[in-house]
């Protein structure tokens, strides 16, 4: 089976309010969640600030940024940066005119597109991509036997030779068990951003090999599984991903990854003792306890992969 959210995205999808994303939820100052932060800040400071760290954020002037939802993120890179020519590239034609919204007045393009089907030349202009929770989305090769994936097995199906062809090209190892899934999209995705040579490649998504770290592992329930996992939500499935693979491909292709939790880029004031009670108690006694607890489950949960180009 392959997964695909793309008759949704295209058609259906008229609100990110069913899949609150960590950017989006960082959204609003005042909260609760924001409380909890070393800094009070919205998601694309936190993130433009982490780049910083990788290449010069404030000379950069060309940017993509793939399935940029209401557009919060880019409004924050270009309060930091408002030199930025951004190109805003969606599947959704209800989430562009969000975006257009929240853009007005700036200097921004937008194309209306599956990124799957984006012509790798129209890419080479871009010296960074930003794709935020959003590779999940992205086609999935969903329990799939494990023989033909390997090598040497001539399968019909287009798509299963592809996933076979990843899984060769770039040595991808498999999960344990008969059945697996692959996050053929994003491998697509990640290969085509790589091979177009930008600079810096920024993902972040829901990962399968996430754990927490050793003083918050009591209070989650987190385990690796190395398999995507299905994720369901108001009208569509989608797919945790194995950023190892990601990993593997960039590096392929000459590619420096830098890759960890979102917490290392939204650090939370650790010490504050509201924040250990919460945790202590699983977020049960409260409705914005029960928030906070699900936000930073989420800082762990997620991952973020940097590809900086090294040739
Ligand atoms: C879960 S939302 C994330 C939005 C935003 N980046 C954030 O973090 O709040 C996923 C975004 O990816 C877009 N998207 C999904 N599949 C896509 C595709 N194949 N090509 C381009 N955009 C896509 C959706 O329309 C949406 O804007």
């Given at each position: 089976v392959l997964n695909s959210t793309k008759d949704f995205h295209q058609h259906k999808l008229n609100t990110l309010g069913w899949e609150l994303t960590v950017c989006n939820a960082l959204h609003q100052d005042?909260?609760?969640?924001?409380?909890?932060l070393k800094k009070d800040a919205s998601f694309g400071y936190f993130l433009f600030d982490h780049l910083c760290g990788f290449c010069d954020m404030d000379?950069?002037?060309?940017?993509?940024?793939?399935g940029g939802g209401y557009g919060y993120l880019m409004r924050d890179f270009l309060d930091r940066n408002p030199s930025l020519e951004p190109v805003m590239l969606d599947i959704s034609p209800v989430l562009l005119?969000?975006?257009r919204e929240t853009l007005k007045g700036r200097r921004v393009f937008f194309r209306e597109e599956d990124f799957l089907e984006t012509?790798?030349?129209?890419?080479?202009?871009?010296?960074?991509?930003?794709m935020n929770e959003n590779l999940g989305d992205f086609p999935t090769l969903v329990d799939i036997g494990k023989e033909p994936l390997q090598v040497g097995f001539d399968h019909s199906d287009p798509t299963i030779r592809k996933a076979a062809g990843f899984i060769k090209k770039y040595g991808l190892e498999l999960p344990e068990g008969d059945l697996c899934n692959v996050n053929i999209g994003a491998l697509e995705a990640v290969e085509k951003l790589c091979v177009s040579g930008m600079d810096l490649i920024y993902t972040g998504e829901h990962?399968?090999?996430?754990?927490?770290?050793?003083?918050?592992r009591s209070h989650f329930d987190m385990k690796p599984s190395y398999n995507p996992e299905r994720i369901s939500l108001?009208?569509?499935?989608?797919?945790?991903?194995?950023?190892?693979?990601?990993?593997?491909?960039?590096?392929?292709?000459?590619y420096e990854c830098t890759r960890g939790p979102f917490a290392d880029f939204i650090p939370l004031r650790e010490t504050d003792e509201g924040l250990r009670s919460i945790l202590a108690s699983r977020g049960r006694y409260s409705d914005e306890g029960e928030m906070v607890y699900q936000f930073v489950e989420d800082l762990y949960k997620y991952e973020y992969l940097i590809l900086k180009r090294t040739i």
């Open positions: 005042g909260t609760g969640i924001r409380k909890i000379r950069v002037r060309n940017i993509l940024e793939i005119e969000k975006q012509d790798v030349s129209t890419l080479r202009h871009f010296d960074v991509a930003i990962s399968c090999e996430a754990s927490p770290p050793p003083a918050l108001m009208g569509h499935d989608e797919y945790s991903i194995r950023f190892s693979h990601l990993e593997q491909v960039a590096r392929s292709f000459g």
